[in-house]
């Protein structure tokens, strides 16, 4: 099966069944998504902004960009949030699609930098994202772990620069 990546604001009518899917994966709760979708729907600044996965009218993953990520680390801003593809399609390059689309749309609007948060160590280095230090996270235990990417402008290499 194929899928498509969409920008929810150029595919509104994706808000309701958007926020109640993000709703369902993360416990936030759904009227934050709508809130935030309604912002990202008015298009006053490139931030907020949501992005789906869809195969055959199902999301089958997701990831938003808001100012901040319930850090302490305010600065650090925007940030990916909310990233997730669903257990029957992961290991196909979803997210790593998505996160890609994300970067691409971002840079476009005029945000070549942009940080997440998240517990995962490994996966989102395979996409172009670096570690940046331990956050804590409100409510958390433990500090996450912070990544940054850097977009890169045309005809800039890939290579790290020499030290």
Known sequence: MTYEIIRLTDRPEWKEQAA???HEKWGIP??????????????????????LAVEDGRIIGGMGVIENDFHERKELAPNVCAVYTERDRRGRGIAGALLQFVCEDMKAQGIDTLYLLTDHTSFYERYGWEFLCMVQGE?????????????????????PAPR
């Open 30 to 51: 759904k009227e934050e998504y709508l809130n935030s979708m309604e912002e990202c729907l008015e298009e006053k600044s490139p931030v907020p902004q949501w992005y």
């Open 20 to 22: 109640s899917w993000f």
């Open 139 to 159: 409510g958390d235990e433990e500090p996450s772990r912070m990544y940054v990417h850097f977009s890169r402008r045309r005809g800039a290499t890939s290579s």
